[in-house]
């Protein structure tokens, strides 16, 4: 599908054509009040404009907030959403279009999806869930996480402000910026990966490693470069979905408190130069030889000239970003080699068994000073 692509450089002309005329649903995060478009939304409503604000739902949201935010929509009659924030903000309001047209009577989350033509507009604020170019919404129904998937919730415009992550805290700048990063890697070796979703993948990873620094130095033209970036890592996953790394993320994201792509990278830092060493045990049909070129392919991309090469400099990237490595337990290594989500694991081209995947959380905890 193709996206509508809206760049503000100080010039909001474009971006307010949309809202002209429009009954708005605008869903927006914290940030919002900080950032220049949220100001500049702000005075279109001063001077009139019928935009209504939704805000209430934490990070990771749940089901209960989507229902408020999708009895909000429909009582106050609205024909365009808006999204304004991180990959929480998106999943909100790609559920608030999914669910917009479904009976009010049953759970939405029971019911089919029937597509429907409501707009749905995404302005990014952090340079990494590539959220606003994928099909999925990860929401918690019952604090059970949920992955809501499909293609008519890729919203139809992406507008990129690059000025959003200019106060963007440092944590969040790394893990963020890791996040899109790990994206384009497992994208890259997924069994799903395609000649399009490679090609998404070389690009998204070439950028990030070109614009790291400045990015981290937070210079505005390295700030575009990484929403850019972080956008076409999100095109990549939308092909492929995402691997292991992913996977086994998640659960040191809700047992330590620690960042999504913080998590990512640390889980992909170990699982990489498993993978490389262990291509025997590949499950992509392409078989054992493809797999290795493709390690080969990453390491190339990476301006590598070995897959070990490619594993140093991954792992140096994630070093100098001194991430925190958390405190593990008997009891959590337990809870940890059981949380990973099987059918992520069948993206993966290297199969992993329950004690390979201990093994690699060993691994991970073990380079904790
Ligand atoms: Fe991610």
């Known amino acids: 599908m193709n996206q509508r692509e809206i760049i503000i450089n100080d010039n909001y002309s474009e971006f307010d054509e949309l809202f002209s005329g429009k009954k708005v649903f605008l869903v927006c995060d914290s940030s919002y009040g900080f950032l220049n478009i949220g100001k ?20 990771n949201p749940d089901y209960l907030s989507v229902k408020e935010a999708v009895h909000l ?8 959403i808006v999204a304004v924030g991180g990959g929480s903000a998106m999943d909100l309001a790609k559920c608030v279009k999914l669910y917009s047209n479904m009976d009010d009577s049953e759970e939405y989350i029971n019911q089919d999806i029937v ?15 590539g959220s606003e170019a994928t099909r999925y919404a990860v929401i918690y129904y019952n604090g059970v996480k949920q992955s809501i998937a499909d293609l008519s919730c890729i919203p139809s415009v992406v507008v990129f402000d690059s000025s959003v992550l200019k106060t963007l805290p440092m944590y969040q700048r790394k893990a963020t910026m890791m996040d899109a990063f790990c994206h384009s890697i497992e994208s890259f070796w997924s069994v799903n990966s395609t000649d399009e979703s490679k090609e998404l993948s070389k690009t998204a990873i070439t950028m990030i490693l070109d614009n790291m620094d400045a990015y981290l130095g937070n210079e505005d033209k390295a700030n575009k470069a990484m929403l850019k970036a972080a956008n ?14 992913h996977a086994m993320c998640y659960k040191l994201t ?10 990512a990278a640390l889980c992909d830092s170990v699982l990489m130069p498993y993978m490389i060493e262990h291509t025997e045990n590949c499950i992509d049909s392409r078989g054992e030889a493809y797999l290795k070129t493709v390690f080969e392919d990453i390491a190339k991309t990476m301006s590598c000239d070995s897959t070990s090469a490619l594993c140093e400099k991954f792992n140096a990237v994630v070093s100098r970003l001194e991430f925190s490595i958390p405190d593990c337990s008997d009891e959590d290594y337990e809870v940890l080699k059981t949380s990973v989500n099987p059918t992520r694991l069948k993206n993966n081209p290297v199969k992993l068994s329950e004690d390979t995947i201990d093994m690699l959380y060993h691994q991970i905890f073990s380079k904790r000073k």
């Open 40 to 59: 500049h939304i702000d005075s279109l409503i001063e001077s009139g404009a019928d935009i209504i604000k939704f805000s209430d739902f934490e990070p």
């Open 115 to 129: 597509p429907n033509d409501i707009p749905l507009i995404a302005v990014p604020t952090t340079a990494g869930t």
């Open 232 to 245: 076409i890592a999100g095109k990549a996953i939308n092909i492929t979905q995402t691997t292991a790394g």
């Open 254 to 263: 809700s047992l330590y408190g620690i960042a999504h792509g913080h998590a």
């Open 73 to 80: 929509f429909k009582k106050s009659d609205r024909e365009l």
